[in-house]
């Protein structure tokens, strides 16, 4: 029962460490792809970062949910942090093929185009990479929290 609290932690983190990664890096791809094409207002920055922000909240559940499920079902103990972190990067990795695989082979062969939609395709996968190393922040957090609880636990 105590490692409720932690996993609820590693789960609350993780959504908002990847919705803020998901914004940020999609709204300044999209401001500075669409800002070629046309000349864009403060408003309409302002409503692209907003729809950016609430399409975020589904990836970011994605990256989020599947941590707590996989820590609870196979890691009981944390005996090696390294190990632990990698696994759950390949858990978020894995539940970001899953869910999005046609996308990640759209987008691959968007590589293939012009310079710059290759970069526009480069930059999206960029920003993705870097939601999903954010588990192994997340990971890290939740390591040291669950160390710290069992050091006062011993004490008490």
């Known amino acids: 029962m105590w490692m409720m ?10 959504f908002f ?14 401001f500075l792809y669409y800002s070629q094409e046309w ?7 302002l409503s692209l970062f907003l729809g950016v922000a609430l ?13 707590p499920l996989a820590t609870a079902l196979c890691f009981r103990e944390i005996r090696r942090p390294v190990f632990y972190r ?9 539940a970001t093929i899953t869910v999005w695989g046609n996308d ?3 987008l691959g062969q968007l590589l293939r185009s012009d310079w710059a939609t290759a970069g526009y395709a480069l930059a999206n996968i960029a920003g993705n990479a870097l ?10 957090k939740y390591v040291r929290e669950v160390r710290e609880r069992r050091l006062l636990q011993e004490k008490s």
């Open 104 to 106: 990640y082979v759209s």
């Open 55 to 67: 399409w975020s909240v589904t990836p970011a559940l994605v990256l989020a949910l599947p941590l």
């Open 5 to 14: 609290i932690p996993l609820l932690k590693m789960t609350l983190r993780m």
């Open 131 to 140: 939601a999903v190393y954010m588990s192994v922040i997340v990971a890290g």
């Open 39 to 45: 000349a864009m207002s403060a408003s309409d920055a």
């Open 17 to 30: 460490y990847s919705a803020a990664v998901f914004t940020v890096a999609h709204g300044l791809i999209g």
């Open 86 to 94: 990698f696994a759950m990067l390949s858990v978020a990795l894995i």
